[in-house]
């Protein structure tokens, strides 16, 4: 009997220690709340830029201009124009939503995203960082129409 308490007690303590090292499995698209956009997808984005435009929206639908703001390739205006994107476009990001990747032949990609109900359409430009191969932002003034 006491030596089942004992070897009841070692097999939950390992339990507990390989819970506790265990690698978060949770896929990314949960994890950073992308599964839940209701995000349709035109033109012919790559996963990376995919990727940022889903980080964008969750942002801007969370109303998280600070977490938008990191996102930005040249930093400029980036706290300004995060602002603004969220203030005008944080309610419709919680609609359904259209998003058309257009890829201009430098190392730009333009993304226009329609919000339904609403009038207008962000724009994005996510420029590419060749030094490592990623993309970010641009946040510049004018970057999104009436």
């Given at each position: 009997m006491r030596r089942a308490r004992i070897a009841g007690s070692l097999a939950?303590?390992?339990?507990?220690?390989?819970a506790c090292t265990a690698e978060d499995r949770t896929p990314p698209y949960v994890r950073e709340g992308t599964a839940d956009l209701d995000l349709s997808v035109t033109g012919?984005?790559?996963?990376k830029t995919l990727?940022?435009?889903e980080k964008a929206l969750v942002r801007i639908q969370?109303?998280?201009?600070?977490?938008?703001?990191e996102l930005s390739y040249d930093g400029k205006h980036a706290t300004e124009t995060a602002g603004d994107w969220v203030a005008k476009w944080?309610?419709?990001?919680?609609?359904p939503m259209v998003a058309n990747?257009?890829?201009?032949?430098?190392k730009y990609v333009d993304v226009k995203i329609r919000f339904k109900g609403?009038?207008?359409?962000?724009?994005?430009?996510?420029?590419?960082d060749t030094d490592d191969w990623t993309y970010g932002i641009v946040t510049r003034e004018g970057f999104y129409d009436e």
């Open positions: 939950a303590m390992a339990l507990l220690l390989s012919q984005p790559v996963p990727a940022l435009v969370r109303h998280d201009a600070d977490g938008l703001a944080g309610d419709a990001a919680r609609q990747f257009l890829v201009s032949p430098q609403v009038k207008g359409a962000l724009s994005l430009t996510l420029q590419e």
